[in-house]
């Protein structure tokens, strides 16, 4: 890189989440001499001719300034140094030197391990347990170069002591006086939202005994309903349906998780608290017919909580867990070191190698 002209990086993507994975180290590379960031893609709609992009749709509530966001029309026509992406299918400009793909979450359906996301020089990989199956699945070799130990920037606030619970929960409206059950399904179709969402609140609510944190998917695959604006009849003093993009904050000040097969399961171990799963057998099915299924629910899969399988049990099943929250704390702390490479400073080891291998050259 020469003195005079700077390092271009560029990141690319179609939801929420996946800016968010690449957030911690954006505002680290924004504050950097002679670089310059730009983000792209944006809110994609399907259509016959291929995919439309709302790159403000995107990025305009992510607070990035309107210079650095770029339509896909326009890096067409412009090259970088870097190309930073968390989902599969890369959105590319017209050239870039390095693609380094830095993922959005992994859990037992492991989406991430498919030949489609080798086309990438670097992988910032999340933790062993990602690392081995990549290898396992014949991706990446032993001692692989491109695979690069990082740990996944997007937690680091969850364990470094950045966050404030009681400035979190004034912020989401709740008082402090009862436990907080925060429900996060994945997106994929058939998840514990589209079969049992209603339900679940409505049962949950009616105990009057939690604080209730709905969270729904920011990009689900069924787009034939907006559960955030569906959901609103259900709010009341102790229930909220959040509309913020960044979960972290919500994982922090939860005393308990509801999910199904969301990645959000494998972060929230990292906190070493109960966690209730869902049973959803028709989306397990799907996912272990679908084409290169890396579905593995033998190594962790829902060993680190309860599993539901009918709504009636849902209120014991949570009561016992927070009365009993130390019961699974071995398999839950097992899982955090095998799923994350450097908890907490995740961002820090990034910085590190891109210094090393990238901004000297």
């Not at 890189?1 to 996946?18: C, E, K, N, W």
């Not at 983000?39 to 992510?62: H, I, N, Q």
């Not at 081995?132 to 130990?149: H, M, T, V, W, Y």
């Not at 929960?169 to 994945?186: C, D, H, N, S, Y």
């Amino acid at each position: 890189m020469s003195p005079t002209q700077p390092l271009r990086i560029l990141f690319t993507g179609y939801a929420p989440v996946h800016f968010l994975c690449f957030r911690p180290l954006y505002e680290r590379l924004i504050e950097m001499p002679n670089v310059e960031v730009f983000v792209s893609g944006g809110l994609r709609t399907k259509t016959d001719s291929g995919y439309l992009y709302d790159e403000k749709g995107l990025y305009a509530p992510l607070n990035i300034h309107k210079d650095q966001i770029l339509s896909v029309d326009e890096i067409q026509n412009q090259d970088f140094d870097v190309l930073f992406s968390a989902h599969t299918k890369l959105i590319m400009p017209r050239s870039v030197k390095k693609k380094i793909q830095i993922f959005h979450g992994i859990s037992y359906r492991n989406k991430s391990i498919r030949p489609e996301n080798m086309g990438c020089d670097y992988y910032f990989l999340i933790g062993p347990y990602q690392h081995r199956s990549f290898i396992k699945a014949g991706l990446l070799e032993e001692n692989d170069p491109r695979a690069i130990e990082v740990g996944f920037m997007k937690t680091d606030r969850l364990v470094n002591g950045q966050l404030n619970k009681s400035a979190i929960m004034q912020q989401m409206g709740f008082k402090e006086e009862r436990p907080l059950v925060i429900f996060a399904p994945t997106g994929a179709k058939r998840n514990a939202m589209e079969l049992h969402g209603e339900d679940l609140i409505q049962r949950l609510s009616a105990t009057n005994k939690y604080n209730v944190l709905v969270k729904p998917h920011d990009h689900p695959k069924n787009k034939k309903i907006s559960w955030f604006e569906y959901l609103k009849q259900y709010e009341t003093e102790h229930c909220k349906v959040s509309n913020e993009l960044d979960v972290i904050p919500q994982l922090y000040i939860a005393d308990l998780l509801i999910s199904d097969a969301s990645s959000v399961v494998n972060e929230y171990s990292l906190l070493d608290r109960p966690i209730v799963f869902i049973d959803t057998p028709t989306l397990i099915e799907k996912a272990a017919d679908a084409k290169n299924s890396m579905l593995d629910l033998d190594t962790w899969g829902r060993k680190g909580g309860m599993v539901v399988d009918d709504l009636a049990h849902l209120e014991e099943t949570i009561d016992y867990s927070l009365a009993h929250s130390s019961e699974k704390s071995d398999i839950r702390k097992a899982m955090a070191e095998d799923f994350f490479y450097n908890p907490g400073h995740a961002t820090d080891v990034a910085m590190d190698w891109l210094k090393e291998n990238i901004f000297k050259g």
